[in-house]
């Protein structure tokens, strides 16, 4: 097999042997039967590997696509779920419990950050720093310190955190390090080379692409050592250590929340990705030929790409991902024509959600962070007249046009 992704990506399936469809097959059943008791017997204690039992715990549609997502990813196994955030919470309450402690960005995802206010709550403590300056990220480790946990580009900043740094760190302290690469996606980063031991992927947004199919992936890249994991239950602690990990959030994080990835969802993401690259490829160049285009207009304050020079992560940007993929925001100089300008724009669809197929808008202050409150958004560096751009695969000259008229 060729190594060019997009090669890998038409093929990766296999298709359907028993038939000879392109495509994986869809297994909508929810009961898998075994000819003897033995053998479901085996599943139950794990003897009886790659053996289905309950849909809640995955099918034969979704192993497929975890095993995409594992090749994709460069890791040793992955788990799909119904959401990105389904992924994340069974991971934070399947390897935290109260007293632990973890470090993050203080400027990840807002759905995230609410969540993380849920695990204070439950008795998790938190510190939120800035993930681009790895002495900061150091100077929160306590000795209670569990995990480290930054998105590949935050949402909607794009700021970029010091992956390279933050990977070095935990493997200097034994942390598990968790990296967000929704944005990115291994198209343009494999977390993996900064030492992450668990990735995320929120399947829905550039992997899936098309904006049908909810979804989301924890990926163990296989550079943790699970054996000195303190929060491992004694269930687990049998066999190989690799497997240590994946195997108890896929009991408690997946059997028993029930944070389930559907066969038909499975399979819309699995056609999705097939074309994440072209995507992704053309969504990029947009991206840049925009903010290159909005950040010469009169009317705008501040553009936020990381492949423009004037980023603060420019040089990261191109260094680990060669491309700034789709998500950028602006600032209007007078915020006070905000719903104005946004109301004139055409062909940018107004509404929430990321990466698809067409360019979507969305104010950032008063909708996906208006609960966080003013004085949390300015400590995130969220101004109050910020937009957030997900850019889809209309023409550039297009979106440039458009955007002319609208801020005419």
Known sequence: ????????????????????????????????????????????????????????????TTAVLERVVTELEGGVGSISFATGMAALSALFLTLLKAGDHLVTSSRVFGNTNSFFQTLEDL???????????????????????????????????TRIPDLEGIGALCRELGLLYVVDNTVTSPALCQPKRFGAGLVMNSLTKTIAGHGEALGGAITDTGCFDWAG??????????????????????????????????????????????????????????????????????????????????????????DWFGSGSWMMAFELRDAAKLHEVINRLRLPLKATGLADTRTLIIPVAPTIFWEMGAEARAAMGIAEGLVRLSVGLEAAEDLMADFDQALA
């Open 123 to 157: 008795g998790v403590a938190v510190s939120r720093v800035d993930a681009g300056d790895v002495a900061a990220v150091r100077a929160a480790v306590r000795p209670q310190t569990r995990m480290v946990f930054v998105e590949t580009m935050a949402n909607p900043s």
């Open 229 to 318: 994991y303190p929060n491992i239950f004694a269930a687990y602690r049998k066999g190989d250590a690799k497997g240590w990990g994946l195997q108890q959030i896929r009991k408690k994080g997946l059997r028993d929340m029930g944070g389930t990835l559907s066969s038909e969802a499975a399979h819309r993401i699995l056609v999705g990705m097939e074309t994440l690259e072209l995507r992704l490829t053309r969504s990029s160049d947009t991206a840049l030929a925009l903010a290159r285009h909005l950040a010469a207009h009169p009317a705008i304050a501040a553009v936020h790409y990381p492949m423009l020079e004037s980023h603060p992560e420019h040089q990261r940007a191109r």
């Open 1 to 60: 097999m060729s190594d060019a992704l997009s090669t890998r990506l038409v093929h990766a399936t296999g298709g359907d042997a028993q038939f000879g469809g392109v495509h994986a097959t869809i297994h909508p059943s929810v009961q898998y039967a075994h000819e003897r008791v033995e053998d479901l017997i085996g599943v139950f204690q794990g003897t009886n590997k790659g053996a289905f039992n309950y849909a809640r715990q995955g099918t034969p």
